[in-house]
């Protein structure tokens, strides 16, 4: 059934609320998106319907979980244009990011070896490699920003030689909305013989992602940044790197055979989807993949580029505020993040709550960023599909009322 994006905030339940007796303006959609009815409805489905254990059990209800668990994986490999060998379910980004660094980092990286990632990363994208760095003796390099808070490219070429193994980066930036030029990033890091990681928590909702196209060795993004559950993740892995990446969870259903003394394991994807996994998230991400391509790329993207370009200009026009990251009409994903000067980020999002206006406020675990930037913590609003002028009209009253009641 094809969706009108105009109407889609009445697919979300939790969105006709109120919060302190105002209506709900939820803009913290970079820590986590809402759930359309249906993929409430397919969680609950499975646990009325379907509930037991995958790859096991010759019983029907088995079955029927096997094969729906089994159908969202090639429903995602279709989604992001890859292989359904090459996509691995996870508890989320974290966790496959933090696979790839232990599983696979590990295995490649000599003392001396160099690890490039960038200043702008997420802290599951920046601390599993210094992890593995201080492990295996490799160095750990970083890719600063530009004034406009763009990765300087110029340095990120420089840095790049012939001790670079691995390359890590952010598709998009959960600070600075910054969209990365990932194709030729990765292009840049393959020519001197390097594997490129990308962390694509803040882009698999927002834009489509294709792996052929990008060429990318590892890629990872969360079910519940797009709609779906949270506890359910996505790593996808070419084939061949995945033959050589080491599972870093050990249990059943992983392997072919047990001995005393050894464990032969079976082949990726099942090698590193260790016990029971998060059945009703995978089969709630393959609900939430359908609401997404019901409105449709398109849709999707142009509402969202006119939310936050309006969002932008109604807090650039308030005195004192401060925005972070790239002028709209540049490479800028659907968030805001800005200072109240005068004020600290906690205290403004407290009094947006009093507005019903639900923001993030914090480091957003992008701590060395925050430290080039030269604050400790911002304010973010971040955008979803169901997002619309009137919530953005909200933020600003918001902002502009908190402005008031500190007298800055």
């Excluded at 397919?42 to 010759?58: M, P």
């Excluded at 070896?113 to 960038?118: G, L, M, P, Y």
């Excluded at 401060?322 to 109240?340: D, K």
């Excluded at 009093?354 to 604050?375: D, F, I, K, N, S």
Aim: glycine share 8%; net charge negative.
């Amino acid at each position: 059934m094809v969706k009108n994006i105009a109407t889609a905030r009445n697919d979300f339940p939790i969105l006709a609320q109120k919060i302190n007796d105002q209506p709900l303006t939820y803009l913290d959609n970079a820590a986590t998106t809402q759930k359309p009815q249906a993929v409430i409805d397919a969680l609950v489905h499975y646990y009325e319907f379907d509930n037991a254990n995958i790859h096991r059990g010759v019983y029907t209800l088995a079955e029927r979980a096997t094969e729906q668990y089994e159908g969202v994986r090639q429903q995602v490999a279709k989604f992001i244009h890859a292989e359904s060998d090459e996509v691995i379910f996870t508890r989320g980004t974290t966790t496959s990011l933090n696979w790839v660094a232990l599983g696979f980092g590990a295995q490649v990286l000599q003392p001396g070896d160099e690890i490039v990632i960038t200043v702008m990363e997420h802290h599951s994208n920046l601390v599993p490699w210094q992890q593995v760095a201080q492990k295996t003796g490799a160095k750990l390099r970083y890719v600063e920003i530009t004034a406009d808070g763009e990765l300087d490219l110029a340095q990120y070429g420089e840095l790049l030689n012939a001790k670079t193994k691995i390359v890590a980066f952010t598709h998009v930036s959960n600070v600075l909305g910054t969209i990365n030029p990932v194709k030729k990033m990765t292009e840049m890091a393959h020519a001197v013989g390097a594997y490129v990681v990308i962390d694509g928590a803040q882009a698999a909702g927002h834009f489509p992602i294709d792996m052929v196209s990008l060429d990318c060795d590892f890629y990872a993004f969360s079910g519940h940044k797009i709609y779906g559950p949270t506890g359910i993740g996505i790593l996808y892995g070419k084939r061949e790197l995945l033959t050589e990446m080491q599972p870093v969870e050990f249990g059943g259903e992983m392997i072919n055979l047990v001995t005393r003394q050894k464990t032969d394991f079976k082949a990726a994807p099942e090698k590193f989807e260790a016990g029971t996994m998060p059945i009703a998230q995978v089969i709630g991400l393959g609900a939430a993949i359908d609401y997404i391509q019901s409105i449709g790329w398109s849709a999707i993207e142009a509402q969202e580029r006119k939310v936050t370009a309006a969002a932008y200009q109604l807090l650039k026009d308030i005195p004192g505020v401060e925005i972070y990251g790239p002028q709209i009409g540049s490479s800028r994903s659907a968030l805001v993040t800005f200072n109240l000067n005068g004020v600290h980020p906690h205290d403004v999002a407290t009094v947006l709550d009093t507005q019903g206006v639900a923001v993030r406020a914090g480091h957003h675990c992008a701590q060395p960023l925050m430290e080039t930037l030269g604050v400790s913590s911002t304010t973010r609003a971040s955008f979803g599909l169901y997002n619309n002028l009137t919530d953005v009209k909200r933020l600003a009253a918001a902002v502009r009322a908190a402005k008031e009641f500190f007298q800055v």
